[in-house]
């Protein structure tokens, strides 16, 4: 009988490339990977892995076990969800992935208050990217995981993945406090038309959708500085080196030299939105990761 946690062993060094990050991703040490790899050859009598430079890949027996073995591994987590639903206990690990801004504004408090009131449950929080959550969520690397998307800009999830509305977030464009725009009460983008503007990098949702708010006058935005992180974005700002788009979710608070001012035609809103698996869908621990993140 093949050794399921020695699959999973198997499949997270297909996917890191490696038995150190297996390893990592895993919670185990590297030791305990190469053994359970290696028990895995024992029971099959099959070399599953070879060595390629400094890492590892798999052999083609590997890549087969690996495959066929991903429709046992997602009914197994699928009995298990089962399982923890009949007893009605939130218990076990579950993985939480999610943006910046979400971890910020929404994550830690929701964790907080998730483990008071379920002290069995483990909950482990890594900060991803949106379209790197949904990768890790699919794979079966996370659980649950917190994505966003703008208008049009939106992430796509597969269709083995589920997604649940969880809230909407609005963006402000903030200005330094004596911008000749920082009085009024709300702009559209033609007042913005030749503004110098704050952004992310070229490929991100947010810098797509700032795009697309310009949309409408046939031109690009202007793009002065370009920021990873929206607290650089307001430094930026605050010395009056451009405009930035950024959502209230997370936000720090503004200093004195700084404006908020909301957008409209359009409103620029961003969806947040959990995925999680389907074959979890019965999971009281992703039911109570849920109803915590929507309040």
């Known amino acids: 009988m093949i050794d399921l946690g020695a699959l999973v062993a198997l499949r997270a060094v297909d996917e890191h490339g490696s038995v150190v ?21 024992r029971q099959t009598g099959i070399a599953l892995l070879e060595r390629v430079g400094r890492g590892v890949v798999l052999t083609g027996a590997g890549r087969h076990l690996v495959d066929a073995g991903a429709a046992v591994l997602t009914d197994l987590e699928a009995v298990e969800a089962g399982l923890h639903r009949r ?15 979400a971890v910020r504004g929404l994550v830690a408090g929701a964790a907080r208050d998730l483990l008071a009131a379920h002290p069995d449950l ?8 949106p379209w790197e959550t949904v990768d890790l969520v699919a794979a079966g690397r996370v659980d649950v995981g917190l994505v966003h998307s703008w208008g049009g800009a939106k ?18 464009v ?18 913005l038309a030749d503004e110098p503007w704050i952004a992310t990098s070229e490929g991100t949702i947010c810098r797509e959708w700032l ?15 370009v920021s990873a992180e929206f607290d650089s974005h307001l430094a930026l700002a605050a010395a009056g080196l451009g405009i930035a788009l950024v959502p ?26 959990a995925v999680h698996r389907r074959s979890m869908g019965d999971s009281p621990a992703v039911a109570a990761v849920l109803a915590a993140l929507a309040g």
Do not use: N
């Open 21 to 41: 990050g297996a390893a990592e991703s895993l919670g185990f040490t590297p030791s305990a990977v190469s053994q359970q790899v290696k028990r895995l050859e």
């Open 87 to 101: 007893s009605g206990h939130v218990v076990g690990h579950l993985r939480l992935a999610a943006f910046s801004t």
């Open 122 to 129: 483990r909950l482990t929080i890594v900060e991803q990217e």
């Open 155 to 172: 992430v796509e999830v597969p269709d083995h993945c589920v997604r649940t509305p969880v809230l909407a977030d609005e963006a402000d």
């Open 174 to 191: 903030i200005l330094r406090h004596d911008h000749h725009l920082a009085d009024r009460t709300v702009l559209t983008p033609r007042d």
């Open 211 to 225: 795009g697309r708010m310009y949309a409408t006058l046939d031109r690009r935005p202007r793009i002065a500085h």
């Open 248 to 273: 209230r979710l997370g936000r720090a608070p503004l200093s004195a030299d700084l404006r908020a001012v909301p957008v409209t035609d359009p409103v620029p809103t961003r969806d947040v939105v």
